[in-house]
């Protein structure tokens, strides 16, 4: 037999053998999990037996946020024609059950569910796929749009260099991202502009995420004096790339050097206070702090790993690199997934829709983890819109989750699409097909409309 054919076939029996030793079922489904009933059991609303219970409701709102069409009617039609092929009395097409349900859904279980299939993942990751046997955590933040409505924008409001009603109210997000499987490990929520918006911030209110021993990666933003003592108080390394007014004036010919452009500097404690810290707070950090500088790939980075003989100055370059997933993890997203903008119209319905979001993420970063552990590769090299349209098929055809065979066989096909290894890639950010010759609305929808009616539309812009 061929030697490769062979291989092939090897492989296969060994996904099977060790799918068969799973709970499919327990897996797949994971809103009734034992892992996960027990912590949202106590956030479920009361409730009674209806046809939109909060676990059909929730899985019925993930459903939306995976598909390409993502309207309320669509998720009621699909749960009409699922009944009806059931061999049960078909639900009503009407939308207004299904929304008043989604309303009654507390944000509080989604967020949990996000917060512990993240866990789930993140425990579930092989050494293997640690650095240096430490497990690395991505933060970065982005933003996301919302519906044009009153209550989103005294909420969320837009920013002040649009004119009012020409904008979209806007909302900060930030995440921490586990760099071995891409699952979202927590997230904080707030304003684009206005006090108690800012990344750091929304960062400060998630820090009890992290754990001793862990190493956190982030952009500039990040590198400030009082969150380098903050992580070294709670025993988490941290990698950063340097604070641009920082940046122009760092000189390594200060301090101890470690190397070429790689030197211990010391750092002394800010004599403002910041708003945000307490007296007492400010007292107890550090006068002083020493860190590490080191110029690598044409960026200055910031780290608290000191020792050079314990992590050289090639592998902090290394890990710096890996920092790019998390933009590519906001761009699965934003983009694969469609959550650049919301499409509900009120606050609350509005964030409970971007939890949806992370948690059905999540949902197929844990398959595609599963899928990586069985054919011995790392999950960041399979492709998670290969593995989303896998999904999306399977809920679709598959009739019998619990057959282990099944489960071999999706597992395999999410595997045989690898993400190339792209280094130093570069691409324009520009648009080479041109949008449709309509000009830009430059006044409210409303005086827009009565111009129209007084004077009808206007030619279209050669």
Same mark, same amino acid.
């Given at each position: 037999m061929n030697p490769r054919r062979q291989a092939v076939i090897h492989q296969q029996q060994r996904v099977r053998r060790e799918a068969s030793n799973t709970d499919a079922y327990a897996f797949f489904n994971l809103l009734t999990s034992p892992e996960l009933f027990d912590c949202v059991e106590s956030l479920l609303p009361d409730h009674r037996?209806?046809?939109?219970?909060?676990?059909?409701?929730?899985?019925?709102?993930?459903?939306?946020?995976?598909?390409?069409?993502?309207?309320?009617?669509?998720?009621?039609?699909?749960?009409?024609?699922?009944?009806?092929?059931?061999?049960?009395?078909?639900?009503?097409?009407?939308?207004?059950?299904?929304c008043r349900a989604r309303q009654r859904l507390p944000v509080e279980m989604v967020s949990t569910l996000v917060r512990s299939t993240g866990n789930m993942v993140s425990a579930y990751s092989a050494k293997t796929w640690q650095w240096m046997g430490r497990p690395v955590r991505l933060v970065d933040g982005t933003t996301?749009?919302?519906?044009?409505?009153?209550?989103?924008?005294?909420?969320?409001?837009?920013?002040?260099?649009?004119?009012?009603?020409?904008?979209?109210?806007?909302?900060?997000?930030?995440?921490?991202?586990?760099?071995?499987?891409?699952?979202?490990?927590?997230a904080a929520l707030g304003r684009f502009r206005g006090k108690g918006g800012d990344e750091q911030t929304l960062l400060r209110s998630m820090l009890d995420t992290l754990n001793t021993g862990d190493v956190l990666v982030g952009d500039a933003y990040y590198a400030t004096y009082f969150l380098l003592c903050e992580l070294q108080r709670r025993g988490i390394d941290g990698v950063f790339e340097q604070y641009g007014a920082r940046r122009r004036s760092t000189d390594f010919r200060r301090g101890r050097r470690l190397g070429t452009r790689d030197h211990l500097i010391g750092l002394d404690k800010p004599q403002k206070r910041p708003a945000w810290m307490s007296l007492e707070h400010y007292e107890q950090v550090p006068e002083r702090l020493e860190i590490r500088e080191l110029k690598v790939g044409g960026k200055i980075l910031v780290t608290t790993l000191c020792c050079a003989n314990h992590t050289s100055k090639a592998e902090l370059k290394s890990l710096f690199k890996n920092r790019w997933h998390v933009?590519?993890?906001?761009?699965?997203?934003?983009?694969?997934?469609?959550?650049?903008?919301?499409?509900?119209?009120?606050?609350?319905?509005?964030?409970?829709?971007?939890?949806?979001?992370?948690?059905?993420?999540?949902?197929?970063?844990?398959?595609?983890?599963?899928?990586?552990?069985?054919?011995?590769?790392?999950?960041?090299?399979?492709?998670?819109?290969?593995?989303?349209?896998?999904?999306? !098929?399977? #809920?679709?055809?598959?009739?019998? =989750?619990? %057959?282990?065979?099944?489960?071999?066989? &999706? *597992?395999?096909?999410?595997? +045989?699409?690898?993400?190339?290894?792209? !280094?130093? #890639?570069?691409?324009?950010?520009? =648009?080479? %097909?041109?949008?449709?010759?309509?000009? &830009? *609305?430059?006044?409210?929808? +409303?005086?827009?409309?009565a111009e129209i009616k007084r004077s009808g539309h206007h030619k279209r812009a050669k």
């Open positions: 037996e209806r046809l939109f219970p909060p676990t059909e409701t929730l899985s019925m709102f993930m459903a939306q946020a995976l598909n390409a069409d993502r309207s309320c009617q669509k998720a009621v039609n699909d749960m009409a024609v699922k009944q009806l092929l059931g061999g049960l009395k078909p639900c009503s097409t009407h939308t207004g059950g299904y996301v749009s919302m519906p044009d409505t009153a209550a989103n924008q005294a909420a969320y409001p837009q920013s002040r260099g649009q004119k009012p009603g020409l904008g979209f109210p806007i909302c900060r997000l930030v995440g921490i991202v586990c760099l071995s499987s891409g699952a979202v490990l927590n933009e590519l993890d906001l761009r699965n997203l934003k983009t694969t997934m469609g959550l650049e903008m919301l499409s509900c119209k009120t606050p609350s319905m509005a964030i409970k829709e971007l939890w949806v979001y992370l948690l059905a993420h999540n949902l197929i970063r844990l398959i595609m983890a599963q899928s990586a552990s069985l054919v011995d590769c790392l999950p960041r090299e399979l492709s998670f819109k290969h593995s989303l349209q896998l999904w999306l !098929a399977w #809920r679709q055809f598959a009739d019998d =989750l619990e %057959r282990g065979e099944h489960l071999a066989g &999706l *597992l395999l096909l999410i595997a +045989q699409q690898r993400v190339g290894n792209r !280094a130093g #890639r570069a691409e324009p950010r520009a =648009l080479k %097909r041109r949008p449709k010759p309509y000009p &830009l *609305l430059t006044r409210t929808r +409303q005086s827009a409309r």
